[in-house]
């Protein structure tokens, strides 16, 4: 049965976040990744590990399994096997166990920003690349923190969701922007492995806004794409007086399910505790409604395939998903640098 992994050139190639660095402690678990289960687990020096969620003996789920001594230990016959994915007991085999043939492909894992991040590719080139960085402003008076949601839908329609300022007047009305017949001018531009949109001119994010900029310093919006499938969006006040900065990575799991990991970063000065309380409660009612019309997008298109119409406001998705689709295909030659001048209206 061939899977996301076999079927996506070089987007296996790309570290993805597997969890939270705090979900992961000595218990096993499991998660899905380009439609492959793994266990990760932490052994008692605090590294973490990742191989495949299926035991050879009768393809139990190791995830619902033990840690008995760093080794994971499967919950049907107990065989057990080391963090290099190599069978050290056979129980039922007493002392004489053949240990060999009986191994697991393991993974190799970073823990960074956070995340544990999980390569699946081709383990020859794991190193050619690192993790996505994500701007962890926990120093410098910034505060940060991560929400984990689960969409229904793909990795460039999502990242497309995340840049995408149109749909904020629909989907958020009177939560995150609310203005009306507003022309908006951008600045859209292709590189190697990297899609940027820069906005001219003012804007205003719903609460936000109000505890960032009380003073009306002039703002920055910059929404970036990172390949393979990282977003941020910063709005920096009065050259970094204060932000708010939304940083996305979205983890395929299956064509139409993908997990996304949110570092939100604020620096709201003197009203950062007003921050802590208000904007877990409200980032959250935001992303919800993501979810709700990624959802209902994802339904559409698998019943059938995309068709899309796009406007000068949809540039971003026509170059994110040349990039992804290049990157898909394996193509050596990667799409050529473009930039290009848009306007539209919200
Ligand atoms: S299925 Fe894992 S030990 Fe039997
Ligand atoms: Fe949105």
Known sequence: MKKMVDNCGDLKNYWYAAALAKELKKKPIG????????VLWRTADGRAH????????????????????????????????????KCVKVPSEGDNANLRERHIDHYAVIEQDGLIWIWLGDLSLHETRQPFKMPFYSGDGWNSYYMKTRFQNNVTNLVENFMDVPHTVWVHKGWFRDKESLKVNAIVSRD??????????DDQIGVTDLLMNPKRLPMVHHDRFFMPNNTSCDYIYGDYVTGFVITSTCTPMGPFETEVYTLISYKFGWLNHIGRWILPWYTRQVINQDVEIMANQGRSLQDMPADFKSTPADTLHLFI???????????HEKPRSVTKDIEFWI
Do not use: I
């Open 50 to 85: 990742a191989m495949r969620d299926r035991c050879p003996h009768r393809n139990a789920l190791l995830s619902e399994g033990n840690v008995v001594n760093d080794n994971l230990m499967c919950p049907y016959h107990g065989w057990t096997f080391n963090t290099e994915g």
């Open 192 to 201: 190697e492995g990297a899609v940027t949109v820069k906005y001219d001119g």
């Open 31 to 38: 998660r899905t990744v380009l439609e492959v289960l793994v």
């Open 321 to 331: 998903e040349s990039l992804r689709q290049s990157a898909e295909n394996s193509e």
